[in-house]
């Protein structure tokens, strides 16, 4: 049984199958005296509604290596998935965690692939991973094939807010400025080097979804699955939805909620979308 793993900014939770199992290693969320835990037993639309209201302080932490050694546990063939290591420390604490599972575990194999992104483009390389693994693909041609798509996968964001961005210090002084002002809301993309790159500042969902379709097409997407992630935005998600299928051929559109790492970063009317494309980006 392979183990696929990912940190919580993937929002899948778990699946288990015929040849592999899926676990997250949940990040954590603190403000003032509350503390959560990214993982299943998150009430997601309290979490959402107690960060509208709260303006103090707030900050969150990467999975510790225990939590990702907990998701290792029982299986020598483990492929990881964490979030950009450009703008956090999941990625290393997750290679702290394989070497020490190494350590009691010498036969296991395990693979620790930094995704230079995070929320739906994780979610993505999750489910292709999975389900390589269902069709019966061996470890090493899983392993090599995520390598090879990690390269090509891509995040778009729009997002009302930076807010809770700068203030854990994860986007530049400037960049957290551009959202500062009302009803702005900010295109963008992981870059090259895994950090928050604002494409533009869009006045309506219009503008936004204008910039989209066209990184859909600089990206060389030729149909395929889509995953599009959103806190409370199922207005402009249509918006999205309907103009992929407009433009594009064979789409396959999966539509989730986000859960509370991501939703805690993109904010109220915060959406994701991640997608495979041709040209190699990464
Ligand atoms: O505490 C930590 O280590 C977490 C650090 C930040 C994690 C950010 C997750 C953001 C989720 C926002 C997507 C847009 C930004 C993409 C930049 C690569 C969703």
Known sequence: MIKIIADSSADKLYYKGENCEYFEAPLTITAGDNHFVDNKDLDVEKFAEFFKSYKGRSMTACPSVDSWIECFGGSNEILVFTLTSGISGTYNSALVAK????????????????????????RFLVEKAISLAEQGCDFESIVQTMKEATKRTRLFFSLKSLHNFAQNGRVSKLTAQISS???????????????????????SDKIVLKHLIQEFYNSGFKGGKVFIAHLNNEKFVQMVQKAIAENFENVDITVYQTRGLCSYYVEDGGVLIGFEGEEIYK
């Open 99 to 122: 070497n020490e599972y190494l350590q009691t575990n010498p036969d296991a194999k395990i693979e620790v692939i930094d995704t230079l992104s995070t929320g739906a483009e994780l």
């Open 181 to 203: 002002v009302l009803g702005i809301r900010v295109f963008g993309t992981a870059s090259k080097e895994g950090t928050l790159k604002p494409i533009a500042k869009c006045l």
